[in-house]
């Protein structure tokens, strides 16, 4: 056959593609798991419908998409392959639309060699109805969980990769930003570029610097405010022990002067000294 019959055989086909879709025709190809073809119409697959409902239901209990594939293996379900089903199986299944009654069609295009399937513009797609396997609301609530869950992982993942992406700034005060192939922060005015492992490493020292020096200034702190209290206790004794010397002074004064009684003067020296001691 030669390649101008080829292509024109090939394009009548992709031509009448979108027809047979809006028509609920067989476009080729096996129906999702759930559902078969028979005699050219969509319908239920009696076997595995109910899997693919207990998909959404566990997904609703766990919010796991892996534990939701674990579940359904643990309990002795398999694929149309007969093989364990995976998250990622989970999750284009969660995500097909045909589970709650609309099944979009000719939305792929084989390129050249055909192996690889490319999207179509949304523009090209045919919805036909069919039969549900959930309610919509049900596959719209499993579907929001989805799109939070990957968006949030989406945004944690960039934030681990890059630390300081968003606050580093050049010298000429912009901003700069992370260039991923380079592996580095760029100025985009000035095109200056600092390797991502520099400047983490500059952030990392300095970081460390502050908490050390940060450390270093509470530990004087503390031992300033221990000395400071030991100082006040030393003068408090000192005075105490002058006072004591003192009385003691006026003690010997007194027994001296004959004011008090010889075992009067004894029984007071002796509690006086023992308080000096
Ligand atoms: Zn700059």
Known sequence: MAEWEREEISGRIAASIPVRAKLG??????????????NKQFVINESES?????????????????????????????????????DTTVTRLLKDTNAKGERIANYTKTSGDGR??????????????????????TWEKVNRILAIQESRSARLGRKSEYLLSGFVKCSCSKKMYIRTSLKAYQCRSCNIKIAVVDIEKIFYDYLSECMNSHYLARQVKNTEGILQKKQLLLEETMNEKLNLEATMDSFI?????????????????????????
């Open 25 to 38: 025709k067989p476009l080729g190809g096996q129906a999702p798991f759930g559902y078969s073809w028979k």
């Open 50 to 86: 109910p899997i693919r409902k207990l998909m959404y239901e566990i997904f609703l209990r766990t919010l796991r998409k892996k534990t939701t594939a674990d579940e359904l293996n643990r309990l002795g379900h398999r694929t149309r392959k007969g093989v364990l089903f995976s």
């Open 116 to 137: 690889r399937a490319t999207l179509k513009p949304k523009s090209e797609w045919t919805i036909t109805k069919c039969p549900q396997i959930v309610s919509k609301k």
């Open 253 to 277: 004064a007194m027994r001296m002067d004959g004011g008090i009684t010889r075992e009067n003067f004894i029984e007071n020296l002796h509690s006086l000294n023992t308080k000096l001691a």
